[in-house]
């Protein structure tokens, strides 16, 4: 991605100058053409003409502003809300000098609202191009367009930290070929392949046409940093290191500054209790809503299930929760009775990683169950385990304890929150990731939580749902 920045850089002032234009010119129709919201008498009335000039000085003012603010300028991870406040604060701040300038000069010539709504008009048109410009970008980097390709040196937490973060955000621009380590005991992490050791470095940069290496070594091996930096400059490939600081992960670090001397401590757990009392508070209110307005499709669900094949309409199983606690989840039936009999004889049939047991055209799958496993509607039953407070609306994956018994100890960071109808795992691709991607999207969960992070997930779920991505 850094090799198109300059390109997309001029790109956006491109856009930005035109829709700055565009955005004037329909604040001065607003103003004195549907003359909204007093009527502007006519000796005051102002051809466009005269305002040429202004919007033309103000298009060169507010681009040299966005400049200086770092608007342009490509930041791996920012958020289009930090892109609006930053257009926000810069914006106002051109039209700010402007009004100023003019009013000192010629007070009574030119209408002052006609400022207020191009400065409302040029925030939101600006923001709306960097939404459907993200959407462009994100759809070609799937493609491999504008993609730094990467190498990881180190499969280790702090390499799986960045490997959670690239997978659960495409956004960012990487795509990593995978990863060396000199530990001959290590395998592939989930999709990442281990590719060999930190002394086949040279002929992997080569072979892979690498933009950038990532360097996630403890901190002890600063001999080793050292060489590899210098291999990986003498290919070409830039170089960026995480500090590992004691082995403490990322989400614990907090860094803060005396007079510019930085100082790092440590942040507390990534769920406080009063992070569990929000989350719990939005799981009783939105599980409560959904469970009343679902009430009427689970009674004819479960009229389905009844008339289709013999059996119990709710299927309970043993789950593990929050802090390995064993809980019954509910869903609805979707297989034929005696399945848990029948599954030791499919066990060559298995297409999941790790501990996990799937298969595409499972034959214990009753034909309703077929389709509210594609839907999900099999699930809706456990929106009274969130009001239980066995579950959340939205967290990992509830594991079965055979699945817990198997787990690394990375995995079983995922157990710290209570696990979701829902999750990031669910809106990344369902059945199609591997068990560690999987397990690395619930740890980017708990490290990133927030409120909004959850609504995302939610509003991300209908069209998961609805396409039918990776559910089986």
């Given at each position: 991605m850094q090799k198109y920045a300059r390109v997309l850089m001029f790109i956006q002032i491109g856009i930005d100058f035109?829709?700055?234009?565009?955005?004037?010119?329909?604040?001065y129709f607003i103003r004195y053409e549907l003359r909204f919201p007093i009527t502007v008498a006519e000796a005051n009335y102002v051809a466009y003409t005269e305002y040429i000039p202004i919007t033309l000085g103000l298009s060169v003012g507010l681009l040299a502003i966005y400049h200086i603010e770092g608007i342009y300028n490509y930041v791996r991870g920012r958020t289009w809300l930090e892109e609006f406040y930053s257009l926000l604060t810069a914006t106002f701040t051109g039209i700010a000098i402007l009004v100023f300038f003019f009013f000192f000069f010629r007070p009574q010539y030119y209408s002052r609202l006609i400022y207020l709504y191009a400065g409302i008009l040029i925030v939101l048109c600006l923001t709306v191009a960097r939404v459907?410009?993200?959407?462009?970008?994100?759809?070609?980097?799937?493609?491999?367009?504008?993609?730094?390709?990467?190498?990881?040196?180190?499969?280790?937490?702090m390499g799986?930290?960045?490997?959670?973060?690239?997978?659960?955000?495409?956004?960012?621009?990487?795509?990593?070929?995978?990863?060396?380590?000199?530990?001959?005991?290590?395998?592939?992490?989930?999709?990442?392949?281990?590719?060999?050791?930190?002394?086949?470095?040279?002929?992997?940069?080569?072979?892979?046409?690498?933009?950038?290496?990532?360097?996630?070594?403890?901190?002890?091996?600063?001999?080793k940093i050292v060489r590899i930096m210098e291999i990986s400059e003498a290919a070409g490939a830039r170089v960026k290191i995480v500090p590992d600081l004691f082995q403490l992960s990322l989400s614990q670090i907090?860094?803060?500054?005396?007079?510019?001397?930085p100082l790092i401590g440590v942040k507390d757990a990534s769920f406080s209790s009063g992070a569990f009392a929000l989350k719990r508070a939005m799981d009783?209110?939105?599980?409560?809503?959904?469970?009343?307005?679902?009430?009427?499709?689970?009674?004819?669900?479960?009229?389905?299930?009844?008339?289709?094949?013999?059996?119990?309409?709710?299927?309970?199983?043993?789950?593990?929760?929050?802090g390995g606690k064993l809980f019954t989840a509910y869903k609805f039936r979707t297989m034929r009775v005696g399945a848990d009999d029948a599954k030791q004889a499919l066990l060559h049939l298995n297409e999941a990683t790790g501990p996990l047991f799937k298969i595409?055209?499972?034959?214990?799958?009753?034909?309703?169950?077929?389709?509210?496993?594609?839907?999900?509607?099999?699930?809706?039953?456990?929106?009274?385990?969130?009001?239980?407070?066995?579950?959340?609306?939205?967290?990992?994956?509830?594991?079965?304890p055979n699945e817990v018994a198997q787990y690394e100890d990375w995995h079983k960071r995922r157990l710290d929150v209570s696990p979701g109808v829902t999750g990031l795992w669910q809106v990344s691709g369902r059945s199609e990731l591997t068990f560690d991607e999987m397990v690395m999207l619930d740890l980017y969960y708990i490290e990133n939580w927030?409120?909004?992070?959850?609504?995302?997930i939610m509003l991300k779920t209908i069209p998961a749902l609805l396409t039918a991505r990776g559910a089986y």
């Open positions: 035109i829709l700055i234009n565009a955005a004037f010119a329909f604040a459907i410009l993200r959407g462009v970008l994100g759809v070609l980097r799937k493609r491999g367009y504008g993609v730094d390709r990467a190498i990881l040196v180190g499969g280790g937490e799986r930290a960045i490997m959670r973060n690239v997978l659960a955000q495409p956004g960012l621009g990487y795509q990593i070929t995978g990863f060396v380590d000199d530990d001959p005991h290590k395998g592939a992490i989930g999709n990442y392949p281990l590719l060999g050791g930190t002394d086949q470095l040279p002929r992997l940069l080569r072979e892979h046409n690498i933009d950038e290496v990532i360097i996630t070594l403890p901190w002890h091996a600063r001999d907090a860094v803060d500054a005396v007079g510019g001397i009783v209110l939105f599980a409560g809503i959904l469970f009343l307005l679902m009430l009427l499709p689970m009674a004819l669900i479960a009229l389905a299930i009844k008339l289709t094949s013999p059996g119990p309409i709710i299927f309970a199983q043993r789950r593990v929760g929050r595409r055209n499972d034959p214990r799958i009753t034909n309703i169950g077929k389709f509210l496993r594609r839907t999900s509607l099999d699930e809706l039953p456990q929106f009274w385990n969130v009001l239980n407070g066995d579950m959340s609306l939205v967290g990992p994956r509830p594991p079965l927030s409120p909004w992070l959850d609504i995302w």
